[in-house]
């Protein structure tokens, strides 16, 4: 997923003399045609982010789009306070690429692991929040981006992922895609967890001839609400899920709109326990161990239906 964005991003760079890349002490093959082919719309700094993201700042002052991209938790927590004055107080339109989102970098350890960061940025006045569910969409995002008028942070995860997205389904920051009808219960769910929702969802109907519906809400700020309360009110029952603590995130503004509505739907939220993930291994161990899998979260919404309807 990463590669697609990189190279979606080099595109645009070709096509579009204001956007510009900017990289945190990577690889040193990271873009390196878009290094040779036009080296005054590449950068790569060292290992300083918070300096980076005030030069990003004063790049988007004078009209460039910086494309900015290094580890999800080195955007989100060591550069909090210059994303928020630098560029958010500001409304510039500066792109941050975070990779790694959730638990890709499971072999690295809680360090790593950005398990917080679509919390930390919901609180961003202006800021949008995009986690894609494949290399593809990713692809989609990424073009959509070069028009959004204010900061943008894409959640970028591991790669390799099923590619779900459908290339023929317009895709727009901001509004939800409603993969699958179900009147039954509704997942609501964001980047490569809605690969898991849609196989949940096919176990659930195989198993326990339950329908679920699985919106893909690949853009967590602005939340979709029109799409959420209708799903919300065809079904009366929301699965939300999410590969980030319960705390904050995707689940977190699903509750905070259905109360703002004062609809009679309950909400369960599936996620990360609020504490620092345990252990090393490989990503889809750790969501296991979260509850996460496919087969875990159908069991969950499955005993949910059992228990509302006892």
């Not at 980076?52 to 700042?57: D, K, L, Q, S, T």
């Amino acid at each position: 997923m990463r590669q697609a964005a990189l190279k979606m991003v080099h595109e645009l760079a070709l096509d579009h003399p204001k956007v510009l890349f900017i990289g945190s002490d990577l690889g040193a093959g990271t873009l390196k045609d878009l290094r040779a082919e036009r080296p005054e719309q590449f950068f790569m700094e060292g290992v300083c982010e918070a300096n980076i993201i005030g030069m990003a700042a004063g790049l988007a002052m004078e009209g460039f789009v910086p494309y900015f991209n290094t580890i999800a938790t080195f955007i989100t927590r060591r550069c909090l306070e210059q994303v928020a004055i630098d560029i958010c107080l500001h409304n510039l339109p500066v792109r941050l690429l975070g990779s790694g989102g959730g638990l890709v970098y499971a072999p690295l350890g809680p360090t790593h692991l950005a398990f917080d960061d679509m919390a930390l940025l919901r609180t961003m006045p202006n800021m949008a929040i995009v986690a894609p569910s494949d290399a593809e969409e990713m692809r989609r995002a990424i073009a959509a981006s070069l028009d959004w008028p204010g900061p943008l942070y894409m959640r970028i995860a591991k790669g390799n992922d099923p590619v779900i997205s459908r290339p023929d389904t317009p895709f727009a920051i901001g509004r939800a895609i409603m993969l699958r009808d179900g009147s039954d219960v509704g997942f609501v769910s964001t980047g490569i967890m809605t690969g898991r929702c849609l196989a949940a969802a096919d176990r659930l109907a195989a198993e326990h001839g339950i329908e679920a519906s699985v919106l893909h809400m690949h853009t967590v700020k602005p939340l979709d609400e029109a799409a959420l309360l209708a799903l919300a009110n065809s079904t009366g029952t929301l699965v939300t899920v999410e590969e980030h603590s319960r705390n904050g995130g995707l689940g977190t503004a699903v509750l905070e709109t259905i109360g703002d509505s004062r609809l009679p739907v309950r909400v369960h939220r599936l996620g990360l326990p609020d504490r620092f993930p345990e252990g090393y291994g490989s990503q889809d161990h750790l969501l296991t161990k979260a509850g996460l899998d496919a087969t875990q979260i159908a069991a969950a919404a499955a005993t949910l239906l059992r228990e509302i309807r006892l």
